[in-house]
């Protein structure tokens, strides 16, 4: 089959529609997903992007044509197909969406049994190959499909880690994508006080684009804070798997602190246990472990990565500078809805505003975030920057690091976009700020 095999990402499949990622990729990904995983029902869930639905039953079709037994989750945030494998012990799952990337974008996630992980080297390039070759095994009869609505079990069990929450006053932004279907259950099942903005399913994000890791896309939520002198907002992105926090004083805590803190919560629970994070994460998050004599590992950027390390490691929990974080009790898989619960819940319990509670981690260090270029050469950059910085400490586990006592910084090449970020974090802001200048030049001259 002839299609654009550049679809195929590290961890996910992703591309425009229906320019290139079409219907009959979308069934021939069933058919050899089909193929690939162990007997046992597969779990197929989608967004509300506008495509997802026709999507989704393409994925279906050519499940079922394969024999397949498949359990149709309808609309759910991507964490909720994870809970679903893991739970009901499915063969694996499917799941469609674009995360938070923009409404022209669509895409699959593909999880398999026990909520093993399905990247480039974990079978992800196996389905692509057998796709490319029309290579699919003969079924004898035709399968199967039923639904099955999974959004109560999914908040109830989200809840499990956090069962002393208090009547916080909190602000969720959901920017039309997934995560706003947990709100009535979380209402239902808590006595938080919940101001909710644009809950409303619309794939066409018609407030604001459904990604918290720009700023702009957060001025609402700020805003509600401020006007409604909340304890806290929540932004979710478009699938709902990823949460930001803004504290009370509407300053946004960034994915590295707030992992920060629940390694914190994790260890204090749980002395001595694994602790993993990614190649762009600040240091505070190692040096907590230190401290509190936990063990932790530096892992790759992606979801598909960080799963296996969870198991390698057996790790309590996993965090990514970009809003993911992962629980050992969520079946390695990561959550958003699950990670700003634990922070409500260390609020709870220690009485602390937000603020409070971030504040020495805050003042550790000071970061740039995470800046994208646009740039054909990635390669030739990544050298121009390695030469010049050549008696730092580098490492290529994730595009490059490198490391100096009082600062360091990664760049890489995006796994879902064409586009280098670049990552620096110093001791002070005034390093920051000058080798964010130094560093940003030699990129913009080495672009081609």
Not at 4 to 27: M, Q
Request: charged content about 25%; proline content about 3%.
């Amino acid at each position: 089959m002839k299609f654009t095999e550049s679809i195929f990402k590290a961890y996910d499949i992703r591309g425009k529609v229906p320019s290139e990622l079409t219907h009959e990729v979308a069934k021939a990904v069933g058919r050899a997903l089909a193929d690939f995983l162990p007997t046992g029902k597969v779990a197929v869930g989608r967004d509300m992007r506008p495509d997802s639905e026709r999507l989704a039953n393409s994925i279906i079709e050519g499940l079922i044509e394969q024999g397949r037994e498949v359990v149709d989750l309808g609309q759910i945030t991507s964490d909720m197909i994870y809970f679903a494998v893991g739970k009901n012990n499915f063969a694996g799952g499917a799941m469609v969406t674009a995360s938070h990337n923009p409404g022209e974008y669509n895409g699959i996630k593909l999880t398999g049994a026990g909520v093993t992980p399905i990247g480039e080297e974990t079978g992800l390039l196996d389905i692509k190959s057998a796709i490319i070759n029309d290579e699919y095994k003969i079924s004898s009869e035709k399968g199967s499909k039923t639904e099955m609505n999974i959004l109560a079990d999914w908040v109830k069990h989200a809840l499990t880690f956090a069962p002393h929450l208090k009547s916080l006053k909190i602000g969720i932004d959901a920017g039309n994508g997934m995560g706003g279907i947990v709100v009535p259950e979380l209402q239902k099942d808590t006595d938080l006080d919940i101001h909710g903005l644009y809950l409303e399913l619309d794939g066409t994000f018609p407030n604001h684009p459904a990604n918290p890791t720009i700023y702009e896309n957060l001025k609402d939520i700020i805003h509600l804070v401020k006007t409604e002198k909340l304890d806290c907002g929540i932004a979710f992105d478009g699938d709902g798997d990823r949460a930001y926090l803004i504290d009370e004083n509407c300053d946004v805590v960034s994915g590295s602190i707030l992992g920060a803190l629940l390694t914190e919560r994790f260890l204090s629970e749980n002395p001595g246990a694994t602790i993993l994070y990614n190649a762009i994460t600040s240091r505070i998050v190692a040096e907590i472990v230190e401290e509190m004599g936990g063990k932790s590992h530096r892992t790759k950027v992606g979801h598909s990565f960080i799963k296996a390390d969870m198991r390698k490691y057996d790790a309590i929990f996993a965090c990514e500078h970009s809003g993911h974080f992962y629980f050992k009790d969520n079946y390695n898989a990561d959550s958003g809805l699950i990670a700003a619960l634990c922070v409500l819940e260390i609020m709870s319990q220690t009485g602390k505003k937000l603020s409070e509670l971030c504040r020495p981690l805050r003042e550790a260090y000071s970061d740039s975030g995470e800046i994208n270029f646009e740039a054909s050469n990635k390669d030739e950059v990544i050298e121009a920057v390695a030469n010049k910085f050549s008696d730092g400490q580098q490492d290529r586990l994730d595009g490059l690091t490198v490391n100096y006592p009082d600062w360091w910084l990664n760049l890489r090449p995006s796994n879902t976009e064409p586009l280098l970020r670049l990552n620096i974090e110093a001791k002070n802001s005034e390093l920051m700020r000058s080798k964010l200048s130094e560093i940003t030049e030699i990129i913009k001259n080495s672009i081609d």
